[in-house]
């Protein structure tokens, strides 16, 4: 296997359309579903924001990983954090060490960019599996997860 991971940015909005429709074979059986297709200028306005770190896993030329972050600010220090918001690697690929190269690969542009925490919500054993022999460590405390919809304006 030929695997090689890069970074995302203007010029990959295809392939953010591609992991939208293909969700379901990124994710746990039963929970994903195709999402909708960023429009061309919704795609490139993601890619082009300097706070959103996406990453993709190639095998060869097949899409077969991506891990999503977002950097985020700290009003007290000039540090950021990194919330890792989702990574997926399609049924056929688990197991072959790409979620760990996409892992590695976010950690790597973290030390360039003098970034030393990363955080992420766990939602499901295997996850919380794989996020510790990844090295993360859950809070003592764990916060409860809320979240609010709020209706369009008008």
């Known amino acids: 296997m030929a695997l090689s991971v890069r970074r995302l940015g203007p010029g990959d909005e295809a392939m953010l359309a591609q992991l939208a429709a293909a969700d379901a074979d990124f994710d746990l ?3 994903g579903t195709a999402q909708d ?3 061309p200028d919704e795609a490139q306005r993601y890619l082009a924001n300097p706070a ?3 990453w993709a896993a190639f095998e060869d030329t097949t899409l077969v ?3 999503d972050c977002f950097l985020l600010p700290m009003a007290t220090s000039e540090a950021a954090q990194v919330l890792l918001y989702d990574i997926g690697v399609h049924t056929r690929w688990r197991r072959r060490g790409v979620g760990r190269a996409l892992i590695a690969a976010m950690e790597h542009w973290m030390q360039a960019h003098n970034v ?3 955080w992420v919500l766990a939602d499901n054993p295997e996850a919380v599996q794989f996020y ?3 090295g993360f460590v859950p809070e003592a405390e764990q916060p409860v997860y809320l979240t609010r919809s709020l209706a369009p304006p008008g």
């Open 29 to 31: 059986a039963g929970r």
């Open 37 to 39: 297709i960023p429009t």
């Open 52 to 54: 959103v770190l996406c």
């Open 65 to 67: 990983g991506s891990l």
């Open 116 to 118: 030393r925490e990363v």
């Open 132 to 134: 510790r022999a990844c």
